[in-house]
């Protein structure tokens, strides 16, 4: 398999307790704090290596890491099926997140975080058009992409079909929808978020069972794609784990 580099402390942390192959994990002569990541390192069978500053700036191409990168495996994708496996596994009504062509990779990093932290059984991108499961991705989920199955599908409408047969609703996200606060959201469900400059692509919003929309009472008419999907999720996660 192709080597992929992963950086920053807590996406090396959760990608070594997830069990992700980690080859190498080069640290920074001096840094600090980092005991804990290196005996998890050896723990799992990684090399560990002593590396220059100028050393981990050129792995992680100058972006910021915290005084250590890791080599590892490229990210596997799953398959729906698997996603579909986890709530069935948990004895819960399915929770899907669907990235229609979101292309930039802090954004996507940022919604499986927060698919994570929301409890969303996995996350589903199509193969073109979208960021992919790069170490930017797992930089921004803070290490939830180890955590959280994504799987990578070459037709999301034809997916979608597919997963309403299974009698899952799939809600959309367009500021012309219907306001989030006044849908009912539970039961088996499915979200999807649009990319960053078009929304929701012409057939997958057809294939969408209902549009939802979030309120908007500043001078700005839309938010950011991440920030769109962490409101909408949490939501979801209102409607399914009401206040006692």
């Not at 307790?17 to 840094?31: E, L, M, N, P, S």
């Amino acid at each position: 398999m192709e080597e992929q580099i992963i950086y920053g402390r807590n996406a090396i942390t959760e990608a070594l307790k997830a069990g992700k192959c980690i080859d190498t994990v080069f640290v920074q002569r001096g840094a600090g704090g980092l005991g804990k990541l290196i005996a998890l390192a050896k723990e799992n069978g990684a090399v560990v290596k002593d590396a220059s500053a100028d050393k981990l700036d050129e792995l992680t191409g100058g972006e910021k890491h915290g005084g250590v990168a890791a080599i590892a495996a490229s990210a596997e994708y799953a398959d729906v099926e698997d996603i579909l496996a986890v709530s069935e596994a948990k004895g819960t009504d399915p929770f899907i997140i669907i990235a229609d062509e979101i292309q930039d990779p802090h954004n996507l990093g940022a919604i499986i975080r927060t698919a994570e932290a929301a409890g969303a059984d996995g996350v589903i991108i199509p193969k073109r058009r979208s960021a992919g499961l790069t170490s930017t991705v797992f930089k921004t989920s803070a290490g939830a992409a180890s955590w959280v199955k994504v799987a990578r599908v070459a037709n999301l409408t034809e997916t979608i079909k597919m997963l309403k047969t299974k009698g899952i609703w799939v809600y959309g996200a367009e500021a012309d929808g219907e306001p989030f606060r006044s849908a009912n959201l539970t039961g088996p469900a499915a979200l999807v978020i649009g990319s960053e400059g078009n929304g929701l692509g012409r057939l997958v919003r057809e294939s969408c069972d209902m549009i939802l929309s979030i309120d908007m009472y500043g001078r700005i008419n839309s938010l950011n794609a991440s920030v769109s999907a962490g409101i909408l999720m949490y939501e979801f996660v209102r409607s399914r784990h009401p206040a006692k």
